[in-house]
């Protein structure tokens, strides 16, 4: 499976639902894994909540996150997902450690993963690196706060748009 955020390679058709749920299968919650290997029989079309997705990642790109995707959310992760938080003290402070397993398996939980996945995404790097390319309109959150191309083919490509 290629590298980055389950939600990146999600929204930017980089992964399939079937991988998504082969990864699942393989949690040591059996929830999750047996709930998993269920959907593998008949995984289901996720075409709509990419679309959706995307659409929620552009808007808090472009506003930041607001009630309504704040609503997006956790109408997937609220009755689907539970959160197991534990807490140490270390040595440079304090230290959490999050992870997220099915809590209904006839809910929405993949959709739910993907959406907790965004908000750890942005709990821990913020907005500021993930990106929209110009071109292409692929998401990425690799090349810096200030990057606008998600590649350097897509950079030249504008470049030769504009001579």
Same mark, same amino acid.
């Given at each position: ?12 058709? *980089? ?6 749920? %082969? ?28 679309? *959706? ?14 009630? *309504? ?24 402070? %304090? ?69």
């Amino acid at each position: 499976m290629p590298k980055g955020p389950l939600f990146l390679r999600f929204i930017n058709a *980089e992964v399939t639902v079937f991988e998504m749920l %082969q990864s699942f299968v393989k949690s040591p919650d059996s929830n999750t894994s047996e709930a998993a290997a269920i959907a593998m029989k008949n995984p289901p079309d996720l075409e709509d909540f990419r679309t *959706e997705m995307k659409d929620a990642v552009t808007d808090i790109i472009a506003d930041g996150p607001g009630a *309504e995707f704040a609503a997006f959310v956790n109408n997937y992760m609220e009755d689907s997902l539970e959160e197991d938080v534990q807490t140490a003290k270390g040595e440079r402070g %304090q230290n959490v450690s999050r992870s997220a397993r099915v809590k209904e398996g006839a809910t929405s939980w993949i959709e739910g993963f993907i959406c907790y996945n965004l908000c750890l995404y942005i709990r821990a790097f913020g907005l500021m690196s993930l990106k929209k390319c110009k071109v292409c309109s692929t998401f990425f959150n690799h090349k810096g706060k200030y990057a606008v191309y998600c590649s350097d083919s897509c950079k030249a490509e504008r470049k030769n748009k504009k001579v």
